[in-house]
């Protein structure tokens, strides 16, 4: 009888390390891998409810450990700890809406100390000490916000495009050991970050319902869910993808292009 094969997007005998999963697209991201049945390694900052996603992931093999991707000596305790990987998603940053002339040095420090050094200097920490393994995937989060000009988020969309240029460039220095580096770009995701604290409103309840309705029309295909992004995380950390380096999947819902 022939062997049954192995499903592509399977993740069966992977390990995979995911930032940020102590809420949103890193949580979700991290539970579906799980499913999927990899062995996770997950990080966040608040220990509560990086347990909460802990307590989440199907199996029993996973392994978590709180840091702060901001800090170098934590970037490295983590690589430490987590040992060898097949695969990263790097699910931690922040937003940060403030017209460019009304920035100042410490917002660009925070805003690009989170979303563009925290991921670079955890890759290179990880590529360094050889943790992730021949054939390995690495993920970053971009945005729709790298791709189009929107008003007041000049230093966000920054971080996000510069994580799209050293992408590719590391997708063609680590492409002689076949691992592979790729972005997602999505547009609006219903997470709780949203629903609370949507972008260019007022902090009015009533306003903010208006805006995220206004949202959910502009898009033809509606707003995406965390799901959505780890369904496509998934398939860019499987073996389904293993031709696939150097690209960025954007998830627009239709809005964008």
Same mark, same amino acid.
């Given at each position: 009888?022939?062997?049954?094969?192995?499903?592509?997007?399977? +993740?069966?005998?992977?390990?995979? !390390?995911?930032? $940020? /999963?102590?809420?949103?697209? @890193?949580?979700? #991201?991290?539970? *579906?891998?799980?499913?999927?049945?990899?062995?996770?390694?997950?990080?966040?900052?608040?220990?509560?409810?990086?347990?909460?996603?802990?307590?989440?992931?199907?199996?029993?093999?996973?392994?978590?450990?709180?840091?702060?991707?901001?800090?170098?000596?934590?970037?490295?305790?983590?690589?430490?700890?987590?040992?060898?990987?097949?695969?990263?998603?790097?699910?931690?940053?922040?937003?940060?809406?403030?017209?460019?002339?009304?920035?100042?040095?410490?917002?660009?420090?925070?805003?690009?100390?989170?979303?563009?050094?925290?991921?670079? +200097?955890?890759?290179?920490?990880? !590529?360094?000490? $050889? /943790?992730?393994?021949?054939? @390995?995937?690495? #993920?970053?989060? *971009?945005?729709?916000?790298?791709?189009?000009?929107?008003?007041?988020?000049?230093?966000?969309?920054?971080?996000?495009?510069?994580?799209?240029?050293?992408?590719?460039?590391?997708?063609?220095?680590?492409?002689?050991?076949?691992?592979?580096?790729?972005?997602?770009?999505?547009?609006?995701?219903?997470?709780?970050?949203?629903?609370?604290?949507?972008?260019?409103?007022?902090?009015?309840?009533?306003?903010?319902?208006?805006?995220?309705?206004?949202?959910?029309?502009?898009?033809?295909?509606?707003?995406?869910?965390?799901?959505?992004?780890?369904?496509?995380?998934?398939?860019? !950390?499987?073996?389904?993808?293993?031709?696939?380096? @150097?690209?960025?999947?954007?998830?627009?819902?239709?809005?964008?292009?």
């Amino acid at each position: 009888m022939e062997p049954r094969k192995k499903h592509p997007f399977r +993740l069966d005998g992977k390990a995979i !390390l995911v930032t $940020g /999963a102590s809420s949103g697209i @890193g949580r979700q #991201v991290a539970i *579906s891998c799980s499913q999927m049945g990899a062995k996770v390694f997950i990080t966040g900052r608040n220990a509560e409810r990086l347990a909460r996603t802990m307590s989440e992931l199907a199996g029993d093999v996973h392994a978590q450990a709180t840091a702060d991707m901001t800090s170098t000596a934590e970037i490295h305790k983590l690589v430490d700890a987590c040992g060898k990987v097949d695969g990263v998603f790097h699910g931690a940053g922040v937003s940060g809406v403030t017209p460019i002339k009304q920035i100042t040095e410490k917002f660009l420090q925070h805003v690009f100390s989170s979303n563009y050094f925290a991921p670079m +200097l955890l890759t290179q920490r990880l !590529l360094a000490k $050889g /943790a992730i393994q021949r054939g @390995g995937s690495i #993920v970053f989060m *971009s945005s729709t916000a790298a791709h189009l000009g929107v008003h007041g988020v000049g230093v966000y969309s920054g971080t996000k495009a510069a994580l799209l240029a050293s992408m590719r460039c590391l997708a063609m220095e680590q492409a002689r050991i076949r691992i592979r580096a790729n972005c997602l770009s999505p547009d609006l995701v219903e997470t709780p970050l949203l629903v609370e604290m949507p972008m260019h409103v007022s902090t009015e309840a009533t306003e903010r319902q208006e805006w995220l309705d206004m949202q959910r029309k502009r898009h033809p295909l509606g707003l995406g869910r965390p799901e959505d992004v780890a369904y496509a995380a998934i398939y860019l !950390l499987s073996d389904a993808s293993r031709g696939v380096t @150097g690209t960025t999947l954007v998830m627009d819902g239709g809005v964008t292009f």
